[in-house]
């Protein structure tokens, strides 16, 4: 006997329809066919023990299930409950009524029960598009698939209640009010106005938010950089309802939708410098959104910009310039949209303290003796090792300028000496400055 059973799969951030084909004829096997990966493969194993747990049985016949589009890559485990009830349906163990006007998804546990999935938002989204009545999820999902209006949910938690329903037994949808959830007060839980002092780059944050122009802060370490980066989202205008709508999809494919129903404050994602390429833009042999997409409608904060691998910084333009990420692969293209401000922030240098009067100068510090400049520091070779100096001016020569005309290794150097902040200070000028 041959029964269909409707379902999804997620690619990218979209869904497409799929049709799972179950056929039992005589003899022995199960044939697992449609390019399914290995998590979809071992289904036969869970699906047995469920049903066995559950008074039902597997056939012992030959079976062969068929995922199509035979040719579209089927992953995950969210597969689990439309085989079963397809297995179930084809045997005659159950008599399934209007398995051709609902959709289901699901992955069962060995006792039966259902396990959230996934996508279901994209999922949601995908169903009511292809012209079905209902949406069979797990229940810790139905909240989120009942954001999408006109769709009648379903969400259980045992594979015995799906087969009660639909066998005729009637069960209460889920629904939501999506305007009072999208009213609702939303919390950032930072702040702008915790920031105290700070007037300037307040200012200045306040118009790149106004206007949703990128932002780079630069100053030394203490000064308060990341603290306005986090707060920033809290001054941003509030998301519209097609936006909220937008970024739930993004995240329900990463399975970043919780406790929420619909995420009505804009996202701020904050990768630490060591992501990778991929990480960072989406992609890789299952296609993912990235952190640009994840921050979609909000923020993407680069802390250390410098730090930050310049590969991974190069794949930054093309999203800046056009909102959205484009993956290609041979087999594939897929398009993430990624609209977000950017915001940076460094150190003026690499020991964080340059151009600061009150620090001290740190041996961390770069040292330019012969081609810098900046700071004065020399370095003299003395019997196989290195002093280090601070150099001031005899008189009103700039003795940064005047070593520049040197070339060579410095191996002496004469002068009023004295120590200050453990540092040896040096008051010379340029032709008492020996080379080698």
């Known amino acids: 006997m041959l029964t269909q059973v409707f379902t999804s799969a997620v690619f990218g951030i979209d869904a497409v329809p799929i049709t799972i084909e179950v056929h039992i004829d005589a003899g022995i096997g ?18 047995a023990a469920a049903l066995t747990n559950t008074n039902y049985k597997l056939p012992g016949k030959r079976i062969t299930i068929n995922l199509a589009p035979a040719d579209l890559r089927k992953e995950g485990s969210a ?44 999922i949601a989204v995908q169903t009511k598009a292809s012209g079905f009545q209902s949406l069979i999820v797990p229940s810790e999902n139905a909240k989120e698939a009942a954001v999408v209006d006109g769709l009648d949910v379903y969400g259980f938690s045992h594979i015995k209640d799906i087969i009660s329903f639909l066998e005729g037994n009637p069960f209460e ?12 007060l939303h919390h950032y839980g930072l702040d702008f106005s915790d920031v105290k002092g700070q007037q300037s780059i307040k200012r200045c944050m306040e118009i790149a938010a106004a206007g949703g122009h990128n932002i780079i802060m630069i100053g030394p370490p203490g000064s308060g950089k990341t603290m306005l980066a986090k707060r920033l989202p809290a001054i941003l205008p509030p998301m519209d309802l097609e936006e909220a709508l937008e970024t739930t999809k993004i995240h329900s494919v990463i399975g970043g939708v919780k406790e929420e129903r619909l995420l009505c ?106 081609s810098g400049g900046i700071p004065p520091i020399l370095r003299v070779k003395q019997q196989e090792e290195y002093v280090y ?46 080379y080698k």
């Open 389 to 434: 100096y601070i150099l001031q001016s005899e008189g009103d020569e700039d003795i940064n300028q005047s070593i520049l005309s040197f070339v060579g290794e410095p191996v002496a150097v004469q002068g009023q000496e004295y120590t200050h902040n453990g540092w040896s200070v040096l008051i010379t000028s340029a032709d008492k400055i020996e």
């Open 79 to 122: 597969y689990d409950l439309p085989i079963a009830i397809g297995i179930l349906a084809a045997d005659g163990q159950i008599n399934a009524l209007d398995l051709d006007k609902c959709c289901m998804m699901g992955e069962l546990t060995l006792d039966g029960h259902l396990r959230p999935i996934k996508g279901v938002l994209p």
């Open 173 to 184: 949808t889920e629904s939501i009010d999506i305007q009072a959830e999208f009213n609702k």
């Open 265 to 370: 404050t804009r996202p701020f994602r904050s990768p630490h410098h060591t992501i990778s390429d991929v990480a960072l833009v989406g992609g890789g042999s299952y296609p993912q959104p990235g952190e640009k997409s994840l921050a979609h409608n909000g923020v993407l904060f680069l802390d250390e910009l410098p730090e930050f691998k310049r590969s991974a910084l190069e794949v930054m333009r093309q999203p800046l310039e056009d909102r959205e990420v484009t993956i290609s692969r041979a087999k594939f293209t897929v398009c993430y949209p990624a609209s977000f401000m950017l915001v940076a922030s460094m150190n003026p240098s690499p020991s964080g303290y340059f151009n600061d009067d009150n620090a001290a100068i740190r041996k961390s510090c770069a040292i330019r003796c012969i």
């Open 30 to 47: 199960y044939h697992l066919v449609g390019l399914p990966d290995n998590a979809v493969k071992e289904s036969n194993y869970r699906i």
